[in-house]
Structures are given as C-alpha cells and as structure tokens.
C-alpha cells in the first residue's frame, strides 16, 4: 500500500530556501539530485570496509608538474 501526497510550493520559496543552504549541504542536494549519491556511498564503504586503499596526495600529484 503507498500513499500519495500533494505538496504545493512556490518556486521562489524554494529558489530562496536553497540559496539559503551551507556550502556543504548546497554540494549534497547536488550529490541528490544528480543521482550519484549511491555512488558515492558505495565508495566510501569501500574505503571505511579497505576493500579499497586511497592515494595519497604525493601519489596523486606524482607527475602533475
């Protein structure tokens, strides 16, 4: 069984409201909308499970200059 809910919101109220939002939390509706929040998470459980090792910065600046 599902529910629906009608929601009426203006676009003004929500242009403001996001304007609104920390750096941080503008970076994670973005993450949300785009789609690549799973992604991410499966990435960082890989790190948190060492399934995966992360660079380091020498490594990955090693031929940058």
Do not use: H, P, Q, Y
Not at 34 to 46: F, H, T
Request: aromatic letters at 2%.
């Amino acid at each position: 069984m599902s529910v629906g809910v009608m929601v009426e919101l203006k676009v003004e109220e929500l242009a403001n409201s996001i304007s609104k939002l920390n750096k941080t939390d503008k970076e994670m509706l973005l993450l949300l909308l785009s789609g690549e929040a799973k992604e991410i998470a499966r990435r960082v459980k890989d790190v948190k499970s060492k399934k995966v090792k992360l660079l380091t910065r020498e490594e990955a600046f090693r031929d940058a200059l």
